[in-house]
């Protein structure tokens, strides 16, 4: 199978990395069983970067790998460790690359040295516990997942930046005319649809340099489809004047160079777009006594209907000059008057699920559907396998007000909810204002195992109370075991503890023949 060497169009596979995880950790040591939350944040995920590069000039590297994506974010570790930042994947495309989604919307067109879109944004890093912590949630046993980076499938279209465009017939002469002017070497021969792909050369007309695109192979009907001129069109829509290359001298019966400028003329008003472009006409083939003859008939009528015209050889080089000096013209003076293009740098931002950070709530067959920037990003990064980071989310929710607004609209405990986009969509029942996760939280996503007192710690401070009305030879231990038995007499049991440890109530240092 022959490789191709010219590609303008093709379609490619984008993913971006994916953020890495947060990490659950307590630091750890001697003497400290529990020294604090001290997991680190997961590392965004690369970007997939389009840049504009001016030695490339064909799609040809994605014509054959289709599917390309950047890397993942690392994980955080404990010791307040954050993963590694996930590389930017920077794809090069050649000048005049227009992006696009498959149904045709145009995302971004890149011209100049230099451009360059984010096409696909790396996914958020979580967050360790260390950052989830606060007053209220001293110790989180949980930390948030990285974020999917985006997907997003497009068409790079090639639309090669020259300033004059040939049109003509095929086997006009526009490749020999190129090779006249420049110092390209396109391949030449005496049969039509010589010329495959667009060929571009460099020309040097006094004091302008300017580029020089032909259209291979446009012929009558090529806007249905036929020949291939329709399929390379798009090289000349950026070109700030159009030249004509018509032959004089064709063997073709019914054919003559007015007719065959009124076709191109035709072809070119179907394809649309080019309707401002400068016009210059090149009669060719001067050189053959007939074309010559056909030249000079034709050349009056077509200035008559406001064309420069120029009779011209592209074998012998006659006219060929006066041609170049007309095109640098119009390419300076169309340079004069286009504004200055910087190099830019494109983020390109899809518009969230209702247009803002806020959310949108909705009635549907299948339940309460809730949009937006926020809550989708924060269901994508819980671990649901962990109550309390399940906890933690409800809080968020609930703090943004979407049970407030569900219940409002008329949601009832049991409904179905829906957030996120129907064909990914995550579904809790509805059930306000509960608490939700391990057993000992309190508010929903607080962890109050340093919030709570031990049972201990009252009766400590009951049996203190007491000392002061003990009897003269009574000691704390007896104080103790009065209230044990006035407990014991009420039908609560005594509570378990070891003797002489942290939880023992009846020791203290003033009593006599205590020791720890």
Not at 346 to 356: E, M, Q, T
Not at 428 to 448: V, Y
Request: with cysteine; proline share 5%.
């Amino acid at each position: 199978m022959a490789v191709p060497t010219f590609v303008d169009e093709v379609t490619l596979h984008i993913s971006a990395g994916r953020g890495g995880h947060g990490v659950a950790s307590v630091h750890r040591e001697k003497f400290k069983p529990l020294g604090g939350p001290d997991g680190g944040n997961g590392g965004p995920g690369g970007s997939v970067i389009l840049r504009v590069d001016p030695d490339v000039t064909t799609l040809i590297d994605y014509h054959h790998s289709k599917k390309r994506a950047a890397e993942n974010g690392g994980h955080g570790a404990g010791a307040h460790r954050n993963g590694a930042h996930g590389a930017d994947l920077v794809l090069p495309v050649p000048d005049g690359t227009v992006v696009k989604t498959r149904s045709g919307e145009v995302l971004a067109d890149l011209v100049g040295p230099g451009t360059e879109i984010v096409i696909a944004q790396g996914g958020r890093g979580g967050l360790g516990n260390a950052a989830l912590a606060s007053a209220k949630r001293k110790a989180p046993g949980f930390a948030l997942l990285g974020e999917p980076g985006e997907e997003i499938e497009i068409v790079l279209e090639l639309k090669v930046v020259a300033d004059i465009g040939l049109v003509g017939y095929p086997s006009a002469g526009k490749s020999s005319l190129i090779a006249a002017i420049s110092r390209a070497r396109p391949k030449i021969a005496d049969y039509p649809f010589t010329t495959l792909v667009p060929n571009l050369g460099v020309v040097k007309a006094g004091d302008t340099t300017f580029t020089v695109a032909d259209v291979p192979g446009l012929i009558e009907g090529a806007s249905e489809g036929r020949g291939l001129g329709h399929d390379f069109l798009r090289h000349i829509e950026r070109c700030a004047a159009l030249l004509h290359v018509v032959d004089t001298a064709t063997i073709e019966p019914g054919r003559n160079p007015v007719d065959d400028l009124e076709v191109m003329e035709r072809e070119l008003a179907r394809y649309g777009g080019l309707e401002d472009r400068e016009r210059l006409v090149a009669l060719n083939k001067v050189d053959v006594p007939d074309g010559r003859d056909i030249a000079e008939m034709t050349a009056d009528d077509l200035r008559a209907r406001g064309y420069r015209v120029f009779l011209i050889s592209a074998a012998s080089g006659e006219g060929i000059r006066e041609l170049t000096f007309a095109m640098a013209e119009l390419v300076a003076q169309a340079r004069a008057d286009k504004e200055v293009v910087e190099a830019t740098r494109i983020v390109l931002r899809p518009p969230s699920a209702d247009g803002g950070d806020d959310f949108t709530v909705t009635r549907e067959t299948d339940g309460w559907r809730v949009r937006g920037t926020k809550p989708e990003r924060w269901v994508r990064q819980t671990d649901f396998s962990n109550d309390e980071a399940v906890g933690y989310l409800a809080d968020r929710l609930n703090r943004m007000g979407v049970e407030i607004r569900l219940v409002k609209m008329g949601a009832v405990e049991g409904d179905t909810v829906l957030i996120g986009h129907p064909d990914n969509s995550v579904v809790f029942d509805f059930k306000p204002g509960i608490e939700a996760g391990a057993e000992m939280l309190g508010r929903r996503g607080e962890d109050q195992r340093f919030e709570e007192k031990r049972p201990a710690h009252g009766r400590r401070r009951d049996i203190q109370e007491h000392m002061e009305d003990r009897g003269e030879n009574e000691t704390r231990a007896d104080v103790a075991r009065r209230l044990d038995k006035a407990a014991n007499s009420s039908g609560v049991g005594p509570m378990s503890y070891e003797i002489g440890s942290a939880e023992d109530p009846d020791w203290a240092e003033d009593d006599p023949g205590t020791a720890r």
